[in-house]
Protein backbone atom coordinates (compact mmCIF):
# COMPACT_ATOMS: atom_id res chain seq x y z
CA UNK A 1 0.00 0.00 0.00
CA UNK A 2 1.06 3.49 -0.64
CA UNK A 3 0.27 6.47 1.36
CA UNK A 4 0.06 9.80 0.30
CA UNK A 5 0.10 13.07 2.16
CA UNK A 6 -1.15 16.42 1.15
CA UNK A 7 0.06 19.64 2.90
CA UNK A 8 0.18 23.22 1.95
CA UNK A 9 -3.71 24.12 1.73
CA UNK A 10 -5.28 27.47 3.01
CA UNK A 11 -6.88 30.94 2.66
CA UNK A 12 -5.50 32.98 0.15
CA UNK A 13 -7.04 36.19 -1.62
CA UNK A 14 -8.11 36.29 -5.45
CA UNK A 15 -4.68 36.42 -7.75
CA UNK A 16 -2.35 35.10 -4.77
CA UNK A 17 -0.89 31.94 -4.96
CA UNK A 18 -0.28 28.50 -2.89
CA UNK A 19 2.24 25.47 -3.00
CA UNK A 20 0.50 22.24 -2.48
CA UNK A 21 2.81 19.11 -1.65
CA UNK A 22 2.30 15.19 -1.37
CA UNK A 23 3.98 12.91 -0.07
CA UNK A 24 4.47 9.50 -0.70
CA UNK A 25 5.35 6.77 1.56
CA UNK A 26 4.92 3.26 2.53
CA UNK A 27 5.01 0.50 -0.66
CA UNK A 28 6.47 2.44 -3.03
CA UNK A 29 9.54 2.24 -5.70
CA UNK A 30 9.46 5.81 -6.78
CA UNK A 31 8.13 5.12 -10.08
CA UNK A 32 4.32 6.54 -9.67
CA UNK A 33 2.85 8.27 -11.49
CA UNK A 34 0.77 11.50 -9.68
CA UNK A 35 -1.22 13.51 -9.67
CA UNK A 36 -3.74 16.14 -8.18
CA UNK A 37 -7.58 16.30 -8.51
CA UNK A 38 -9.95 18.39 -6.74
CA UNK A 39 -13.52 18.32 -5.13
CA UNK A 40 -16.17 20.76 -3.98
CA UNK A 41 -19.01 19.99 -2.26
CA UNK A 42 -21.71 18.05 -3.88
CA UNK A 43 -19.74 17.60 -7.07
CA UNK A 44 -17.81 15.09 -8.05
CA UNK A 45 -14.23 15.14 -8.24
CA UNK A 46 -11.86 16.68 -11.05
CA UNK A 47 -8.69 15.90 -12.53
CA UNK A 48 -6.69 19.25 -12.10
CA UNK A 49 -3.11 18.16 -13.19
CA UNK A 50 -0.66 14.94 -13.85
CA UNK A 51 3.00 14.03 -13.81
CA UNK A 52 4.57 10.83 -14.88
CA UNK A 53 7.32 9.09 -12.83
CA UNK A 54 10.08 10.38 -15.57
CA UNK A 55 8.94 14.00 -15.29
CA UNK A 56 7.32 13.42 -18.36
CA UNK A 57 3.38 13.40 -19.08
CA UNK A 58 2.64 16.46 -18.14
CA UNK A 59 -1.25 17.21 -18.18
CA UNK A 60 -3.64 20.15 -16.91
CA UNK A 61 -7.39 20.39 -16.95
CA UNK A 62 -8.19 23.19 -19.56
CA UNK A 63 -9.17 25.47 -16.15
CA UNK A 64 -6.04 25.83 -14.52
CA UNK A 65 -3.67 25.93 -17.74
CA UNK A 66 -1.22 28.45 -17.42
CA UNK A 67 -1.81 29.33 -14.03
CA UNK A 68 -0.63 25.72 -12.10
CA UNK A 69 2.51 24.58 -12.12
CA UNK A 70 3.00 20.11 -11.20
CA UNK A 71 6.45 19.56 -10.41
CA UNK A 72 8.02 16.48 -8.49
CA UNK A 73 11.22 15.40 -6.88
CA UNK A 74 11.78 11.72 -7.03
CA UNK A 75 14.32 12.02 -4.72
CA UNK A 76 12.37 13.04 -1.87
CA UNK A 77 9.20 11.15 -3.22
CA UNK A 78 6.94 14.19 -3.81
CA UNK A 79 4.44 16.04 -6.41
CA UNK A 80 3.99 19.61 -5.83
CA UNK A 81 1.37 21.94 -7.42
CA UNK A 82 1.96 25.57 -7.39
CA UNK A 83 -1.33 27.75 -7.83
CA UNK A 84 -1.10 30.88 -9.15
CA UNK A 85 -3.20 33.70 -10.12
CA UNK A 86 -6.04 31.98 -7.94
CA UNK A 87 -9.68 32.82 -7.91
CA UNK A 88 -12.71 32.01 -6.05
CA UNK A 89 -13.45 29.39 -8.51
CA UNK A 90 -10.30 27.54 -7.26
CA UNK A 91 -11.61 26.95 -4.09
CA UNK A 92 -11.65 22.71 -3.27
CA UNK A 93 -10.38 20.50 -1.53
CA UNK A 94 -7.50 18.95 -3.46
CA UNK A 95 -6.37 15.37 -3.08
CA UNK A 96 -3.40 14.15 -4.10
CA UNK A 97 -3.80 11.01 -6.46
CA UNK A 98 -1.49 8.35 -7.58
CA UNK A 99 -0.22 5.06 -8.95
CA UNK A 100 1.78 2.72 -10.72
CA UNK A 101 0.29 2.79 -14.15
CA UNK A 102 -0.34 6.43 -15.63
CA UNK A 103 -4.02 6.42 -15.60
CA UNK A 104 -6.67 8.87 -13.98
CA UNK A 105 -7.96 8.46 -11.91
CA UNK A 106 -5.03 6.60 -9.94
CA UNK A 107 -5.01 3.52 -7.45
CA UNK A 108 -4.16 5.69 -4.05
CA UNK A 109 -5.73 8.80 -2.82
CA UNK A 110 -4.25 11.21 -0.06
CA UNK A 111 -6.83 13.05 2.48
CA UNK A 112 -7.03 16.15 0.56
CA UNK A 113 -6.29 19.71 2.03
CA UNK A 114 -8.03 22.70 1.65
CA UNK A 115 -7.78 25.07 -1.15
CA UNK A 116 -10.13 28.34 -0.17
CA UNK A 117 -9.82 31.83 -2.17
CA UNK A 118 -11.46 34.96 -1.02
CA UNK A 119 -13.34 37.28 -3.04
Known amino acids: QVQLVESGGGLVQTGGSLRLSCAAS????????MGWYRQTPGKERKFVAA????????MYADSVKGRFTISRDNAKNTVSLQMNSLKPDDTAVYFC????????????WGQGTQVTVSS
Open 26 to 33: GRTNGREA
Open 97 to 108: NGGSAYRWPNDY
Open 51 to 58: INYNGGGI
